[in-house]
């Protein structure tokens, strides 16, 4: 009966495939071009994505030196809005600024540009392609430090009936399976993921208080994607996805839940594909206000509904003019719209006012890239063009008591145009030497959250500005990738970004106060706002290298980065500090083994540097050390035990620190130990 449901969902594909049984497809896009080898790029394979221990997407990319997220928590404990992503210490907003890309399609939140993390399953994908800079080069806005290019498992790596169950502490569990088949020429796959766990108590044991329990969570997803081969060569490739997501935040009244469904289509031929796309999505969050002594808690406002959609689609043509010359001509299209529900001003648990606020953005690009390649030179250049528009933004306050308008502002309707572009150089020096050298140009829209949600982290309140400008970045760096050996890899990058016009978090007063949109702040808390920076510059060397000798992989990396906050008028008191939430070092390592028969384990050890909390760097975060482990027995040709640990040594890792000192921590020691059954799992590990 699953098959048949398969064969359903891929109508398209038995039909096509009927007279084109010799066909197979692939299932993937256009793939790499020889203008990527000027850039910092690095590939996770599939046999890392299924053997992490936290079997978390967000974890697996952390091997990724200098890939970071707002928080230092996984999605199982933080605020998704704390979970944007970028790369290279441009941090300091939870709004991600480097670009993560599904089959082609941007997943940034269209409401908050934050990553829901737990609606992407590992062990559905192929493999990922983290380019480090690069600006937004053909990928547009919110590219400025980088891409992280995801592509869906093909046939080989998805076909037959799969399944794992793993308990773990804290009552947890993950539970994953899937049924891939051969349709005609093409293919379907059907997968669902299962998380829950009671969690931990997110605030250090020293300063928890009556109301402080743990941080319980629940999350699912399922995935459907169907390939189908067409006349000509092309392939038609449909996929669907819906997740939910359900957290607490460690006390009463501090819920969280997000709802998504997303689906797209995508025609891929030799040198061409189109592309188009819906995301839809429901967000729910509650913010608890918290008494002295932590020995009261009561509710302080409640977002209880912030829908979102986003639309938008891409073509693009790769013609080759003879042998030496390739081009990349495309456009694309993206609209995000959203709006923020909220009952705030509670007076014996219940909301005496309401709010909402929102608006629409729009971003249409055209762009052009040439690659040519004589001797052992390749020479790339890039250009770009987008228009982009910020259109009814609104927000409205009103009174439920008598339903009286407090506030009714329409914010006036923007637009402009952002030119963008890349060049960039490779000299193969030596068969197994080769010079890069690049400089690009990037731009970021304000996210529909940072221009009209206000927020709440403990007794901290920060206001959204519909005024906000665009980010736009400029940068440059220089590299080399050395294999003097098959086995051996080594690759060094020196870069220089700077971030004009950034968004940040600016604290502009103390509480006991009332401020603009936030309402009444506590003492302990502070008020700040988005608003934009002069600029934040960073500077900095990555360094990985990875190596195979016989069943055993190792695999390293370091980034170390300089940064610094250039501020005037309101901000001024941040010029010359480094931006909040960026560590100046991240080192990550993996050694696997993988013995025959099926045999693995895998020890990753993590090092992220001490960062500041605030913007004002008055409170620092240390620095943390964190060990993870995995292990896999084969109990017969596709049955085998399975056994995971995550933060070994139980290691102290602070998350977040409100403006009254309480400290929150990441991940304690979870240790995971369960059965997998079907396919086994690749033996290669490593990066």
């Known amino acids: 009966m699953l098959r048949s449901g398969l064969f359903a969902a891929a109508l398209l594909s038995g039909s096509a495939a009927s007279a084109q049984d010799e066909i197979v497809v692939t299932g993937r896009g256009l793939g790499a071009t020889e203008a990527d080898r000027a850039y910092d790029v690095t590939e996770i394979g599939r046999e890392r994505l299924t053997g992490s221990a936290s079997d978390r997407l967000e974890d697996v990319l952390r091997d990724i030196p200098g890939f970071q997220l707002f928080r230092r928590s996984d999605s199982s404990s933080a605020n998704p809005t704390s979970q944007g992503v970028t790369l290279r210490a441009l941090g300091g907003n939870a709004s991600s600024r480097a670009l993560l890309v599904l089959d082609g399609v941007p997943q940034t939140d269209p409401f908050g540009g934050w990553i829901s993390w737990p609606a992407y399953d590992p062990q559905r994908l192929g493999h990922i392609v983290v380019t480090r800079g690069g600006g937004s080069g053909i990928w547009g806005p919110g590219a400025l430090a980088g891409t992280i290019e995801m592509e869906s498992a093909g046939p080989a790596?998805?076909?037959?009936?799969?399944?794992?169950?793993l308990y773990g502490s804290r009552d947890g569990i993950d539970a994953h399976a899937g049924i891939g088949t051969r349709l005609g020429g093409g293919f379907a796959t059907l997968s669902g993921a299962y998380a829950r766990g009671d969690g931990f108590v997110p605030i250090v044991a020293g300063q928890r208080g009556p109301v402080d329990r743990p941080t319980p969570y629940e999350q699912a997803s399922v995935a459907l994607r169907a390939v189908a081969p067409l006349?000509?060569?092309?392939?038609?490739?449909?996929?669907?996805?819906?997740f939910t997501d359900s957290r607490e935040r460690g006390t009463a009244f501090s819920g969280i839940r997000t709802r998504g469904l997303d689906g797209s289509l995508r025609l891929v031929g030799s040198d061409w594909s189109a592309l188009g796309y819906v995301q839809t999505r429901q967000f729910y969050n509650s913010f608890a206000s918290i008494g002295a002594g932590r020995a009261t808690v009561t509710r302080a406002s409640e977002q209880y509904n912030v829908p979102a959609t986003g639309l938008g689609g891409r073509i693009e043509y790769r013609p080759r003019l003879g042998d030496a010359l390739s081009l990349r001509l495309g456009a694309d299209w993206r609209r995000t719209q959203g709006v923020t529900k909220e009952f705030f001003s509670f007076v014996g648990g219940v909301g005496t006012r309401q709010r909402l606020a929102g608006g629409r953005t729009d971003s249409e690009g055209a762009f052009a890239e040439a690659a040519w390649t004589g001797g052992p030179f390749?020479?790339?250049?890039?250009?770009?063009?987008?228009?982009?528009?910020?259109?009814?933004?609104f927000l409205r306050e009103r009174l439920f008591a008598s339903g009286a308008t407090l506030t009714d502002i329409a914010f006036p309707d923007r637009s402009g145009w952002e030119p963008t572009g890349r060049v960039g150089l490779v000299w193969r020096a030596a068969p197994s030497v080769s010079l890069r050298a690049a400089a690009y140009r990037g731009w970021r829209l304000p996210t529909l959250n940072e221009l009209y949600r206000p927020f709440r982290a403990g007794t901290d309140a920060t206001g959204p500005n519909a005024a906000l400008k665009p980010e736009s970045l400029s940068g440059a760096e220089a590299g080399l990738d050395w294999r003097p050996v098959s086995s051996l890899r080594i690759g060094a990058t020196l870069f220089a970004n700077r971030l004009d016009e950034a968004i940040a978090n600016v604290t502009l007063g103390q509480g006991p106060g009332t401020f603009p949109i936030v309402g009444f702040v506590a003492a302990g808390g502070q008020y700040r706002q988005r608003q934009n920076l002069d600029s934040v510059s960073a500077r900095g060397i990555e360094l990985d290298a990875s190596l195979r000798l016989g069943a055993w992989d190792v695999s390293a990396g370091w980034s170390r980065v300089g940064s610094k906050v250039e501020a005037s008028g309101a901000a001024l008191a941040l010029d010359g500090l480094r931006p909040a939430q960026t560590p100046r070092d991240s080192v990550s390592s993996t050694i696997a083994w993988s013995g025959a028969g099926g045999y693995r384990a895998s020890l990753t050890g993590r090092y992220v540097g001490a960062q500041y909390e605030d913007d004002l760097n008055r409170q620092l975060i240390a620095d943390a050390i964190t060990f993870d482990a995995s292990a896999s027995i084969p109990l017969g040709s596709r049955l085998a035990i399975e056994a995971r640990a995550q933060n070994l040594g139980n290691a102290r890792v602070v998350a977040g620190i409100s403006g009254d000192g309480i400290v929150e921590r990441a991940t304690p020691r979870t240790l995971w130990v369960g059965l997998s059954w079907g396919r086994l799992r690749p033996t290669k590990q490593g990066v």
């Not at 390749?378 to 933004?393: E, F, H, M, P, V």
């Open 231 to 242: 006349p000509g060569g092309v392939e038609l490739q449909t996929s669907g996805l819906a």
């Open 378 to 393: 390749t020479l790339t250049a890039a250009g770009r063009l987008d228009r982009w528009s910020i259109d009814g933004g």
């Open 157 to 165: 790596d998805s076909s037959g009936e799969s399944a794992s169950l």
